[in-house]
């Protein structure tokens, strides 16, 4: 575990690297909370709903949420956010729940470089 202050020493690190590669990252959120109630923490929805609130712009429905966990597949369901699951290890075989997803890359390399494939619209 990390305190806050390394969090977001990892985030500025992150967000320099991401500005070399020319892309952008308008802001950073995060879940400070470590009970599984908590609003802002997974599948719940709270971050996103605060980010639509600072950025109302945003379209869920144009959205992917890329991510490796079931919690970021059913975060992205609530929202009807396009999901992409990366299924390291086969772990696409363990999801008890059957929570679907919209594409499966086995990793983010892999949806990095598919990604010009995905319906985009």
């Not at 985030?11 to 959120?29: F, N, P, T």
Request: aromatic letters at 10%; proline letters at 3%; one cysteine or more.
């Amino acid at each position: 575990m990390f305190s806050e202050e390394q969090l977001h020493e990892i985030h500025e690190k992150m967000l320099i690297e991401v500005q070399k590669s020319s892309g952008r990252i308008d802001r950073v959120y995060f879940c400070p909370d470590i009970d599984d109630i908590s609003d802002c923490r997974k599948p719940n929805t709270g971050m996103a709903l605060e980010a639509k609130r600072d950025f109302p712009e945003i379209d869920f429905s144009k959205v992917f949420i890329v991510g490796d966990s079931l919690s970021d597949m059913e975060f992205g369901k609530k929202l009807e956010m396009k999901r992409v699951y990366i299924s390291r290890n086969n772990n696409i075989l363990m999801n008890p729940l059957n929570i679907d997803f919209d594409y499966n890359f086995s990793s983010l390399k892999d949806f990095a470089e598919g990604c010009k494939n995905l319906i985009l619209d």
